[in-house]
């Protein structure tokens, strides 16, 4: 396709599993994000990969959350033993170049992960 | 390191009425600012963004804004809302000295009274 592509696109889990959400970017964009969307929150965030420099994790909550981008394309952002504070919509975006220079992300749909 | 703050989690608007929606931003250095939309049950989109040219932005749909570098503030504006408007709107900050990640703030949620 097009655009971001983020699967699934709602998981349901149980405390203390582990999940893992998938983004496929734009092909060919060098920068991906990934934020976390809560209710009444704005978008907090997570992560930051810009080609082969080593990415940006001060966005990451805790040492629960960990992200790898293979190959400089698909990226995914693995949860291990969720908690229900994970509840959220996780959003991906890229972008085409080096992101402070064209200022444009394009994002996915989101993957919503809701922790019973 | 950069921030924005967006005062107004909710600002409801007659239809044809004035927009405005408020982004402060701080930043340590020059900023690139930008304002995306999620429309219902969407995915967030570009609406306009300030890259040091023109300190008036035009982008889709007739809003602008405008950088005020002595006040720190990049407010959104349309003349006249229309009822399609109704969204969430979130401004965002990025250092434009190098690649680096864009901070996002908590979002304004536009409701648009008939």
């Known amino acids: 396709g097009a655009g971001v592509s983020q699967s699934p696109s709602n998981k349901v889990t149980e405390k203390g599993k582990d999940v893992e959400l998938r983004c496929d970017p734009i092909s060919g964009h060098t920068a991906l994000y990934w934020y976390r969307q809560s209710l009444g929150q704005g978008l907090e965030f997570l992560i930051y990969f810009q080609g082969n420099s080593a990415p940006d994790k001060s966005g990451l909550p805790s040492d629960r959350f960990s992200a790898e981008r293979t190959g400089g394309s698909v990226s995914t952002l693995t949860i291990q033993r969720t908690q229900q504070e994970d509840s959220a919509v996780y959003l991906c975006?890229?972008?085409?170049?080096?992101?402070?220079?064209?200022?444009?992300?394009?994002f996915g749909e989101g993957s919503r992960l809701t922790v019973l | 390191a950069q921030s924005v703050t967006q005062l107004g989690s909710h600002v409801s608007v007659s239809e044809g009425a004035l927009v405005l929606l408020r982004c402060n931003y701080s930043?340590?250095?020059?900023?690139?600012l930008f304002w995306y939309v999620q429309y219902p049950n969407q995915g967030l989109q570009l609406l306009l963004k300030y890259t040091s040219a023109a300190t008036l932005v035009k982008g889709i749909n007739g809003f602008e804004a405008e950088f005020k570098k002595s006040e720190t503030s990049f407010h959104l504006t349309k003349p006249s809302a229309h009822m399609s408007d109704a969204a969430e709107y979130f401004c965002a900050v990025s250092p434009y000295s190098s690649a680096s990640k864009i901070i996002f703030g908590s979002g304004t949620r536009l409701s648009i009274r008939p």
């Open positions: 930043s340590s250095v020059p900023p690139y």
């Open positions: 975006a890229s972008s085409p170049r080096r992101t402070g220079k064209t200022g444009e992300l394009f």
